[in-house]
């Protein structure tokens, strides 16, 4: 019966790391979840900051009839 009594503990406290090592990786999956919520949340706001400055600055560029710069970027064959 003792050794029975040792076994059980053991089980035990076997059952009890692999429940705290579950909970670890569950709450590190919860912070990643509320991480990735704020970051396109920010992302979200910085699109629509961009867009308003966009505005702003093509306002100014007409109101002084500023003519557009040319697009950044590679030539391709198809440009012309």
């Known amino acids: 019966m003792f050794t029975?009594?040792?076994?059980?503990?053991?089980l035990k406290a076997e059952y009890l790391s692999l429940?705290?090592?579950q909970d670890s990786i569950l709450?590190?999956?919860?912070?990643?979840?509320?991480?990735?919520?704020?970051?396109?949340?920010?992302i979200s706001r910085l699109?629509?900051?961009v867009s308003t400055i966009k505005a702003a600055l093509d306002a100014i560029l007409?109101?002084?009839?500023?003519p557009p710069k040319p697009q950044m970027g590679f030539r391709?064959?198809?440009d012309d």
């Open 27 to 42: 709450e590190g999956m919860n912070v990643t979840a509320l991480t990735q919520i704020r970051m396109e949340e920010s």
């Open 19 to 21: 429940r705290k090592a």
């Open 4 to 10: 029975r009594d040792i076994e059980i503990e053991r």
């Open 47 to 49: 699109e629509e900051d």
């Open 62 to 66: 007409a109101h002084f009839e500023i």
């Open 76 to 78: 391709t064959d198809n």
